[in-house]
C-alpha cells in the first residue's frame, strides 16, 4: 500500500514523513473517489490513511466535514479487498466521537463479526463496540458473548478487550457475561487467559472477597500466560496493601512461589512485587533480592537494567539487604550500557562502605559526561543521601558535586546539584564556607535565575554568620551590576541582611544600597529604599521584624483581606492579626527566592485549605462574629473505625475566644437515613459549649457535616488541654434500599464516639523565623519566664526533641531539631504564633544524665500564650 524503508533508507534520511505537508481540505476532497465504481482498494486505502494521519495528528475536522467522509466511506464495504476492509475498521473507530449517524454501519459491522472470514472478526468486533452506546448493547449482547468463547483467539481477545472498555458505560451489562470470561479464562491462548483474566477482575473489583477467591482459584490451578500470572502477582500485592495483612496468608505465598517461574517476566514482576510491598522486613526481601542478584548477570540488557533499577529501589530504604550484591553491581558499573552503569553506581553509593567513597567517586568521573541528565540527576539524589550517611567524607563529595556544576547541563540537573550542595551545608556545621564559595562562584556565570535567587537567599541566611563575611558582598554586588531585575533584587535583599546582622560592615552596605536606589527596575529600586531606611535606623529590633524574618502571613490571605478591606471602609486601621498565617514554614523562603515572581502569576489565586474553611464556617449563621480563623487541624481524627456503620471525622477549627469541632459524617447503612444529627460534647476543662449546628439529613453514603461552637475557658484561661466525650444523637428512619424513600416517622437514637483531644498545638500555628536570635530581640524580655522540668520517661535527645517539637505544635528554628549539639546537651529553638496573633518563641536547654532534664525559656509580646505553655509541659 504504501512504500516501504528499510533501516538503511531511515538512517541515511530516506525515509522522510510522505504525509508532512497534507493538507485536510485537499485530503476530504480526495476522498469523493469512494464515490466512484468500480472501488480502487489501493488508492482509496491510501486516502484512509491520510485521513487518520491527519486526525493522530490532532488536526481538527468540523462534524459536517466528518459526517460526510464517514458515509462516503461506508460505500467502502462493497469492497471485498482485506487491507481496504481493515482500514475501513479503523477509521470507523476514529471517526465515531466526531462523526454523526454512526450507527449506520452497524448491520455491516454486525455481519462481519458473525461472518466466516476470521480476519474480519475480531476488527469487526472492537469498531462495533467503539460506535456502540448503553442502549444498544443488549442488542448485540448476544453475539458478544458468542465472541468471548470463540475458538479463533483473535476473535475472543478482541470481544474480551472490548467488554473491559465497555464496563465504564455498560457495567450491568457486561456484569452478565462472567460466566463466558470465566470459560475464555481456561483457554490454551496466553493472551486470551491474560484479557479475560483481565475483564474478572476489573468487573470483581470492589468486591474483596470475589478478588481473593479469584486470586486463589487461578494460582491453586495454575496458569499457562506469563502475562496472566504478572497480572494476578499485580492483583494479589494490591490487595495485600489494602488489608494490610501479614506475609503469612496465600497471596504472599503465591507471589513468593512466582519467584521460581520459567518465565524471566513472570520473575522479575514477583521480585518487583515484594520488593514494593510497604513494611517488608530484610527477611522477607532476602529472596525477591537473591533473583535481582541472578538478573545482574543475565546477557540481556533489559534484565540487567530491571535489576539494578530494582535494587537501587530497595537500597533506599533497606541498604543492608542489598550488600550481598556488592560484587555484582561494582561489575555492571563497567556496563556498555551507560543507564545500567549509573544505576549501579547510584546503588552502590547507597550501600557501599565510607572507605569505598573514593574510588566510586572516580569510577563515576569517567563517564559522566556520557550520560544524559535525567541519569546525572540520580546520581545527584545518591550523593545526597551519602552525605547524611558518611557526614566526615562531605569534604570529597562537595568537591566531586561543584565540579558537576561548573560542567554543562539543564536546569532540573544544576537545581539538583544545588539542593545537595545546600543539604550539605544545612547538615554539617563544617562544611558551609567552602560549600558558600563554590556556589558563589557558580553565580558568576549561572543562567537560570530560580538558582541564582535562591542561592543569594541563603547567602544572606548564612553568609553574615561566617568567620569573614565580607568576603561575599563581592559576589552579591556583582550581580546588581550584571544581572537582569529579578536576581539585582535578590541581591538587594541578602545585602541588606549583612547588614542588618553585622555593625561593622553597615556604612559599606548603605553605601551599595544608595546606589541601587538609582535602579531602573521598580522592584529593586523599593527595596533598595525600603532597606535603606530600615538600616539607617540602627534598630535591632526593627531590622529583625522587617528584614531578618519578615512576614508570617499568607501573601494570597493578605492580599484578600486587603482587598475586602477597600471594599469595606473603616475607621479601624487594617489589623495584620486578621490575615491567616502562611501554613507551610517554606512559604516565605519561596517568597524571598523568587522576588518578583509575584508580578508574573496570574490574578486568581488557589485558596488554602484553611481559606476554604474559612468560608465554609462564615457562611454558618451561628458562627457570625467569632473573627478570623486562626488555625485548623492539619488532619481530621478519626473517632470511629472505618468498618462501623457510622464513619465520623473531625476536623478542629481555633478562633480567638472560641473553637468550631467540624465532624463529617457518613452513614454507610443503605435501609437507614438519619435526620438531625449532632454531636454532644462534655468537656473534662472549663470549655463551654454554646450550641450545636445538626446536620439535617445522611442518606446512604452521602457525606454530611454537623458542628459544635464551644468557648475557651475564660475563669482559668491556661486550661487549655481538654478532652470531650462525645456522643452522636440523631433520628433513624428506615427506608427502601432501592430508592432511599422513608416509610416511617422515625426514632431517637445515639451512638458513642471516641473521645477527642484538645492540646496546647491546637492553638499554636507554626512559623519560620529564619534568624531566632533576632526574632527573641525583637519580641524582648517583658514577658519572659523560664522553668526546668525533667522528662522522666524519655532516655535520648533524639526522643525528646521530637516529643517537644510534636507536643507544643511550634516550628523548629535553624535546623535545631536535626543535629544534636553535643552527646549530652542540645538547645532547641521553637517559633510559633499564639491564637489572637501573639508571637510565641521559646528555646529549650536539654541536658541528658540518667533522664532528660529541660530548661525551658518562653518570649511573647503578651503574657497568656507563656503561661499557657509553661503549664502545658508542667
Same mark, same amino acid.
Given at each position: ?37 468500480p ?8 486516502i ?16 459536517t ?38 450507527i ?10 458473525t ?50 472498555? &465497555?464496563?465504564? /458505560? +455498560? ?6 457475561? #462472567?460466566?463466558?470470561? @470465566?470459560?475464555?479464562? $481456561? %483457554? ?25 477467591k ?10 499457562r ?51 514494593? &510491598?510497604?513494611? /517488608? +522486613? ?6 525477591? #533480592?537473591?533473583?535481582? @542478584?541472578?538478573?545482574? $548477570? %543475565? ?6 537494567y ?6 537501587n ?14 560484587l555484582?553491581?561494582?561489575n ?36 559522566m ?27 570529597v ?8 556544576l ?54 544572606g ?26 536576581v ?58 522587617y ?11 493578605l ?61 454558618v449563621?451561628?458562627?457570625?462574629g ?57 468537656p ?26 464551644v ?26 434500599p ?14 458513642v464516639?471516641?473521645d ?54 511550634m ?44 530548661q ?19
Amino acid at each position: 500500500m504504501l512504500k516501504k524503508f528499510d533501516k538503511k533508507d531511515e538512517e541515511s534520511g530516506g525515509g522522510s514523513n510522505p504525509f508532512q505537508h497534507l493538507e485536510k481540505s485537499a485530503v476530504l476532497q480526495e476522498a469523493r473517489v469512494f464515490n466512484e465504481t468500480p472501488i480502487n482498494p489501493r488508492k482509496c486505502a491510501h486516502i484512509l490513511t491520510k485521513i487518520l494521519y491527519l486526525i493522530n495528528q490532532g488536526e481538527h475536522l468540523g462534524t459536517t466535514e466528518a459526517t460526510e467522509a464517514f458515509f462516503a466511506m461506508t460505500k467502502l464495504f462493497q469492497s471485498n479487498d482485506p487491507t481496504l476492509r481493515r482500514m475501513c475498521y479503523l477509521t470507523i473507530k476514529e471517526m465515531s466521537c466526531i462523526a454523526e449517524d454512526v450507527i449506520i454501519v452497524t448491520s455491516s459491522l454486525t455481519k462481519d463479526m458473525t461472518g466466516k472470514e476470521d480476519s474480519y472478526r475480531g476488527p469487526a468486533v472492537r469498531a462495533l463496540c467503539q460506535i456502540t452506546d448503553s442502549t444498544m448493547l443488549q442488542a448485540i449482547e448476544r453475539y458478544m458473548k458468542q465472541a468471548i468463547v470463540d475458538k479463533v483467539p483473535s476473535v475472543s481477545s478482541s470481544a474480551l478487550v472490548s467488554a473491559l472498555h &465497555l464496563l465504564k /458505560c +455498560s457495567f450491568d451489562v457486561v456484569k452478565r457475561w #462472567v460466566n463466558e470470561a @470465566q470459560e475464555a479464562a $481456561s %483457554s490454551d491462548n496466553v493472551m486470551v487467559q491474560y484479557h479475560a483474566l483481565g475483564l474478572l477482575y476489573h468487573v470483581r473489583r470492589n468486591d474483596r472477597l470475589a478478588v481473593s477467591k479469584m486470586v486463589g482459584k487461578f494460582t491453586r490451578h495454575g496458569l499457562r500466560s506469563p502475562f496472566a500470572y504478572c497480572m494476578m502477582i499485580r492483583v494479589a500485592s494490591r490487595q495485600l496493601e489494602e488489608e494490610d495483612g501479614s506475609r503469612d496468608g496465600p497471596l504472599f505465598d503465591f507471589i513468593e512461589s512466582c519467584l521460581r517461574n520459567k518465565h524471566e517476566m513472570v520473575v522479575y514482576e514477583a521480585a518487583s512485587a515484594i520488593v514494593n &510491598l510497604p513494611g /517488608c +522486613s530484610a527477611k522477607e526481601l532476602a529472596p525477591a #533480592v537473591s533473583v535481582l @542478584q541472578l538478573f545482574c $548477570s %543475565s546477557p540481556k540488557a533489559a534484565l540487567r537494567y530491571a535489576a539494578v533499577r530494582t535494587l537501587n529501589k530497595v537500597a533506599m530504604k533497606h541498604p543492608s539487604a542489598v550488600t550481598a550484591c556488592n560484587l555484582d553491581l561494582e561489575n555492571l558499573v563497567t556496563d556498555s550500557n551507560r543507564s545500567i552503569a549509573t544505576l549501579a553506581i547510584t546503588t552502590l553509593l547507597k550501600t557501599g562502605s565510607e572507605g569505598s567513597i573514593d574510588r566510586l567517586m572516580k569510577q563515576i568521573s569517567s563517564f559522566m559526561s556520557e550520560i544524559s541528565d535525567e541519569f546525572k540527576v540520580v546520581v545527584v539524589q545518591a550523593i545526597s543521601a551519602l552525605c547524611q550517611k558518611y557526614p566526615r567524607k562531605h569534604a570529597v563529595l562537595m568537591n566531586f558535586l561543584f565540579s558537576m556544576l561548573r560542567e554543562e547541563g539543564g536546569f532540573e540537573y544544576k537545581r539538583a546539584i544545588v539542593d545537595c550542595i545546600i543539604s550539605i551545608i544545612e547538615e554539617n556545621s563544617e562544611s558551609k564556607e567552602t560549600g558558600l564559595s563554590h556556589l558563589c562562584e557558580f553565580i558568576e556565570d549561572c543562567e537560570f535565575t530560580v538558582l541564582a535567587t535562591r542561592i543569594l537567599h541563603l547567602l544572606g541566611q548564612e553568609g553574615p554568620k561566617t568567620n569573614n563575611p565580607s568576603k561575599y558582598i563581592r559576589f552579591i554586588y556583582n550581580r546588581v551590576v550584571l544581572e537582569h531585575e529579578e536576581v539585582r533584587a535578590g541581591a538587594v535583599s541578602a545585602l541588606a541582611k549583612f547588614g542588618a546582622q553585622n555593625e561593622e560592615m553597615l556604612p559599606s552596605i548603605l553605601v551599595l544600597l544608595k546606589r541601587c536606589v538609582m535602579d531602573d527596575d521598580n522592584e529593586v529600586r523599593d527595596r533598595a529604599t525600603f532597606y535603606l531606611s530600615v538600616l539607617e535606623q540602627k534598630q535591632k529590633a526593627l531590622s529583625a521584624g522587617y528584614i531578618l524574618n519578615g512576614l508570617t502571613v499568607s501573601i494570597p490571605g493578605l492580599e484578600r483581606a486587603l482587598q475586602q478591606y477597600t471594599l469595606e471602609p473603616s475607621e479601624k486601621p487594617f489589623d495584620l492579626k486578621s490575615v491567616p498565617l502562611a501554613t507551610t514554614p517554606m512559604a516565605e523562603q519561596r517568597t524571598e527566592s523568587t522576588p518578583t515572581t509575584a508580578a508574573k502569576q496570574p490574578e486568581k489565586v488557589a485558596a488554602t485549605r484553611q481559606e476554604i474553611f474559612q468560608e465554609q464556617l462564615a457562611a454558618v449563621p451561628e458562627f457570625q462574629g467569632l473573627g478570623p480563623l486562626f488555625k485548623s487541624s492539619p488532619e481530621p481524627v478519626a473517632l470511629t473505625e472505618s468498618e462501623t456503620e457510622y464513619v465520623i471525622r473531625c476536623t478542629k477549627h481555633t478562633f480567638t475566644a472560641h473553637m468550631v469541632f467540624q465532624f463529617d459524617c457518613t452513614n454507610t447503612l443503605n435501609d437507614q437515613t438519619l435526620e438531625n444529627v449532632t454531636v454532644q460534647m462534655e468537656p473534662t476543662e472549663a470549655y463551654e459549649v454554646l450550641c450545636y449546628v445538626p446536620a439535617r439529613s445522611l442518606p446512604y453514603n452521602q457525606p454530611g457535616t454537623c458542628y459544635t461552637l464551644v468557648a475557651l475557658p475564660r475563669e482559668d484561661p491556661t486550661a487549655v488541654a481538654c478532652t470531650f466525650s462525645c456522643m452522636m444523637k440523631f433520628t433513624v428512619k428506615d427506608c427502601d434500599p432501592t430508592t432511599g424513600e422513608t416509610d416511617d416517622e422515625g426514632y431517637e437514637d445515639e451512638y458513642v464516639l471516641e473521645d477527642l483531644e484538645v492540646t496546647i498545638a491546637d492553638h499554636i500555628q507554626k512559623v519560620m523565623k529564619l534568624n531566632f536570635e533576632a526574632a527573641w530581640d525583637e519580641v524582648g524580655d517583658e514577658f519572659e519566664k523560664e522553668e526546668t522540668f525533667t522528662l522522666s520517661t524519655i532516655k535520648t535527645l533524639e526522643e525528646a526533641v521530637g516529643n517537644i517539637v510534636k507536643f507544643l505544635g511550634m516550628h523548629p528554628c535553624e535546623r535545631s531539631d536535626k543535629v544534636p549539639d553535643s552527646k549530652n546537651t542540645h538547645t532547641l529553638l521553637l517559633a510559633g504564633v499564639f491564637r489572637g496573633g501573639h508571637d510565641i518563641l521559646v528555646r529549650s536547654r536539654l541536658l541528658l544524665l540518667d533522664t532528660v532534664t529541660m530548661q525551658v525559656t518562653a518570649r511573647s509580646s503578651e503574657e497568656l500564650p507563656v503561661d499557657i505553655v509553661l503549664a502545658s509541659v508542667g
